[in-house]
T-cell receptor
Framework: DAGVTQSPTHLIKTRGQHVTLRCSPI?????VSWYQQVLGQGPQFIFQ???????GRGNFPDRFSARQFPNYSSELNVNALLLGDSALYLC?????????????FGPGTRLTVT | AQSVAQPEDQVNVAEGNPLTVKCTYS??????LFWYVQYPNRGLQFLLK??????LVKGSYGFEAEFNKSQTSFHLKKPSALVSDSALYFC????????????FGTGTKLQVIP
């Protein structure tokens, strides 16, 4: 079975631009979460979606938004990019997003903002 | 607010020796605890989790973790370290309350010396 896939692998953007990152969960998984991992730190929770509804949101500004589609894939959108948005963005899927569910992570999208 | 502390940035251990990677947590309710491993330029991989029951949890690749409620700790252990265990290890916690947020520690780099 294919694991969690993310696209693109790498991305370079300029300050003020907008970016869309994409994630496809493991087949059968209905929950997707997004994390930001800055170099040298642990992943920081951004969003969790289950059945196309937002179930949780971390301490990120409104420039960050996401959605989940009927096939359970997801997009993370970031507007008005700042230099500080440069990070590895990780997508994780789980069966139903329950508190006991372990998460399966994709390889990430490396975003560089110049 | 929930939090996780990994007090050691790096742990060095000789191949064949037992290893311990430390983690302490703080949550308002009952904790759900996880360990993940991250290899260079890769996403995180699930190792093991504690939900309830036996305080000693066994996971992938020969790893185990011991839950200690009185000390609010969840240390990762392995009886005999392999060079291939060298990686970045993250402890994570989710509480049993209403919020779906997962909080990760800052990570501990494990270096197994041949």
């Amino acid at each position: 079975d294919a694991g969690v896939t993310q696209s693109p692998t790498h991305l370079i953007k300029t300050r003020g631009q907008h970016v869309t990152l994409r994630c496809s969960p493991i087949s059968g998984h209905k929950s997707v979460s997004w994390y930001q991992q800055v170099l040298g730190q642990g992943p920081q929770f951004i969003f969790q979606y289950y059945e196309k509804e937002e179930r949780g949101r971390g301490n990120f500004p409104d420039r960050f938004s996401a959605r989940q589609f009927p096939n359970y894939s997801s997009e993370l959108n970031v507007n008005a990019l700042l230099l500080g948005d440069s990070a590895l963005y990780l997508c994780a899927s789980s069966l139903i997003g329950g508190r006991a569910d372990e998460q399966y992570f994709g390889p990430g999208t490396r975003l560089t903002v110049t | 607010a929930q939090s996780v502390a990994q007090p050691e940035d790096q742990v060095n251990v000789a191949e064949g020796n037992p290893l311990t990677v430390k983690c302490t947590y703080s949550v308002s309710g009952n904790p759900y605890l996880f360990w993940y491993v991250q290899y260079p330029n890769r996403g995180l991989q699930f190792l093991l989790k504690y939900i309830t029951g036996d305080n000693l949890v066994k996971g992938s690749y020969g790893f185990e973790a011991e839950f200690n409620k009185s000390q609010t700790s969840f240390h990762l252990k392995k009886p005999s370290a392999l060079v291939s265990d060298s990686a970045l290890y993250f402890c994570a916690v989710r509480d049993s309350g209403g919020y779906q947020k997962v909080t990760f520690g800052t990570g501990t780099k494990l270096q197994v010396i041949p």
